[in-house]
């Protein structure tokens, strides 16, 4: 079992203050996540955001009451969180869990698993209406960076978006900010500086969300139809073999059966290990050409 290193923070819920010691400390959220997406709310009438908030209290009180004390409830949002869980293979350890830099911020991580490889998941729970990934990836990001200072010799796998709304759910795993990033923005905070994630990211981050979905999809669309093309080849293939075919001419297609073949590989890696001047003599450099890698979460 996994033991998590306390902070040593108080947290005063009424107020919602961090002390450690007789020193405030400040949360997350309202200093550092503000100031690099210090627009995402502007525009939003306040008991909107009031009624908001009281909801995803709500959810978060239902879910650390299930995970503290097994107490089950009707509540959608609860059934969407145990889906999640069952779904991934997550173990929980914590909620609530406080953590710190011990100088100036201090927050609680919503939650954080064990996933099934053994691996460190802290999660953050959103209820919103917009799921704001790019926001929640810093958020985890500094999360993660605090996690790891509080626990010397464990690390965080994946950070990851729980998303509850109703009986709508997603569970998102994302990527951390970079280190210097995060470094760019804790600057701007001790010294009130702006920070302008425009100036860092241009405008991906915008440009990005308009296009997710679609790659994505047409992700999901070339494996689906790679799968298909394999087993359709590979079904014809033996049919030809079956009738020992050695090519058919289709309306559109042409088939030819392509016989089982030896061939000889060079095993450069071997040849480098035993004739080092003549593989440096007889190999060159070329420049490859920079491509995108895209992996489905």
């Not at 889906?83 to 953590?99: C, G």
């Not at 790659?215 to 359709?232: C, D, G, P, W």
Request: charged share 30%; proline share 3%.
């Amino acid at each position: 079992m996994i033991e998590l290193k306390p902070s040593g923070v108080r947290f005063v819920s009424d107020t919602h203050q961090y002390f450690l010691g007789d020193v405030e400390l400040q949360g997350i959220t309202s200093t550092l996540v503000n100031r690099a997406f210090p627009n995402d709310y502007k525009d939003i009438p306040e008991d909107v955001l009031r009624r908001a908030a009281e909801r995803g209290s709500n959810v978060h009180e239902t879910i650390e009451l299930y995970e503290d004390l097994g107490a089950m409830s009707d509540l959608p949002e609860l059934r969407s969180y145990c889906t999640i869980m069952d779904e991934n293979k997550l173990e929980h350890i914590a909620s609530e869990y406080i953590v710190t830099d011990r100088v100036r911020y201090a927050s609680a991580i919503d939650h954080v698993f064990v996933d099934k490889d053994g691996g460190i998941v802290i999660a953050d729970v959103k209820t919103t209406y917009e799921k704001h990934y790019e926001k929640v990836a810093l958020q985890l990001s500094i999360y993660k960076r605090f996690f790891e200072l509080q626990n010397p010799g464990l690390k965080v796998a994946k950070c990851a978006l729980i998303w509850l709304r109703g009986e709508a759910y997603e569970y998102r795993e994302l990527m951390p900010w970079a280190d210097e990033v995060l470094d760019m923005l804790f600057d701007a905070d001790k010294n009130d500086k702006v920070f302008d994630i425009q100036a860092i990211y241009g405008d991906l981050p915008a440009q990005f969300a308009s296009v997710e979905e679609e790659v994505a999809r047409l992700e999901i669309a070339v494996k689906a139809a790679q799968e298909r093309q394999k087993e359709l080849k590979q079904g014809l293939y033996d049919l030809m073999e079956s009738h020992n075919l050695k090519s058919f001419t289709g309306s559109r297609v042409k088939l030819t059966r392509v016989l089982p073949t030896e061939s000889t590989t060079f095993d450069s890696k071997a040849f480098k290990a035993d004739h080092k001047d003549l593989y440096e003599q007889y190999t060159k450099k070329t420049t490859k050409a920079g491509s995108l890698r895209i992996t489905l979460i």
